[in-house]
């Protein structure tokens, strides 16, 4: 198993992290609202109506 953050082995006092370090952001991440919040993403799911992300593709 690997950590999630940064992809090294994990530490069986971390785990699923390989230090304090990268749990501590992985934590930041939660706290950022970097992940899902559900009762805060319904509401923009219902009210705002975003066409997928479309990028401009750049080719030689
Ligand atoms: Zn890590």
Known sequence: MSCPICGEDTLQA????????????DLAKWLNGSYSVPSQREEDAES??????SQPLRRH
């Open 14 to 25: 971390f785990r699923p992290f390989c230090s304090k370090r990268c749990a501590d952001i």
């Open 48 to 53: 705002v109506q975003e066409p997928p992300e």
